[in-house]
T-cell receptor, first 111, second 110 residues
Framework: RKEVEQDPGPFNVPEGATVAFNCTYSNSASQSFFWYRQDCRKEPKLLMSVYSSGNEDGRFTAQLNRASQYISLLIRDSKLSDSATYLC????????????FGRGTSLIVHP | SQTIHQWPATLVQPVGSPLSLECTVEGTSNPNLYWYRQAAGRGLQLLFYSVGIGQISSEVPQNLSASRPQDRQFILSSKKLLLSDSGFYLCAGGMGTEAFFGQGTRLTVV
């Protein structure tokens, strides 16, 4: 089983739609969780951290379920500019922080 | 703010040639540093990480090596490139929280 798993998609949605991505992780000792965004042929950039209580940043909501070992990202009112690949990142703990990336979920928002 | 400088942006190298990619960090001291590779249409694979000068951990056996001669310098090398070394190479840094990335080097081995 891969350490971090995501549905690669693509998710093809119209502008204004709400879309949700899930990500599962295998290491129950993982402590830090993030969502990154990667545009085509560019480096990943931090979108938001994921906190145990859930957190929101504008149209984006991230949630963590430690019992089931998954995190989610919800995007409301999708914009064309949201089209990108969304990477789930889990950091191992115990000594060195090692960011482990999921394969990414591709989102295409169309007019 | 923390910044990763990585160069070159693109590189085309023949099979069997050597490789040296350099990454430098600004805005922080003693960061953890990472080299990732992303093959076309694939996720990021961690190649090496370093928690300090001269300290290198390898995640996967391969044709590459890494060195950290200075606190803010991380180098990825190969003595002889293979076709399978082609990919998008990303240097990243972190201080125990989120990782921040350089702009990446797109390597094509021909």
């Amino acid at each position: 089983r891969k350490e971090v798993e995501q549905d690669p998609g693509p998710f093809n949605v119209p502008e204004g739609a709400t879309v949700a991505f899930n990500c599962t992780y295998s290491n129950s000792a993982s402590q830090s969780f993030f969502w990154y965004r990667q545009d085509c042929r560019k480096e990943p950039k931090l979108l938001m951290s994921v906190y145990s209580s859930g957190n929101e940043d504008g149209r984006f909501t991230a949630q963590l379920n430690r019992a089931s070992q998954y995190i989610s990202l919800l995007i409301r009112d999708s914009k064309l500019s949201d089209s990108a690949t969304y990477l789930c990142v889990v950091k191992r703990s115990g000594g060195s922080y090692i960011p482990t990336f999921g394969r990414g979920t591709s989102l295409i928002v169309h007019p | 703010s923390q910044t990763i400088h990585q160069w070159p942006a693109t590189l085309v190298q023949p099979v069997g040639s050597p490789l040296s990619l350099e990454c430098t960090v600004e805005g922080t001291s003693n960061p953890n540093l990472y080299w990732y590779r992303q093959a076309a249409g694939r996720g990021l694979q961690l190649l090496f990480y370093s928690v300090g000068i001269g300290q290198i951990s390898s995640e996967v056996p391969q044709n590459l090596s890494a060195s950290r001669p200075q606190d803010r310098q991380f180098i990825l090398s190969s003595k002889k490139l293979l076709l399978s070394d082609s990919g998008f190479y990303l240097c990243a840094g972190g201080m125990g929280t989120e990782a921040f990335f350089g702009q990446g080097t797109r390597l094509t081995v021909v």
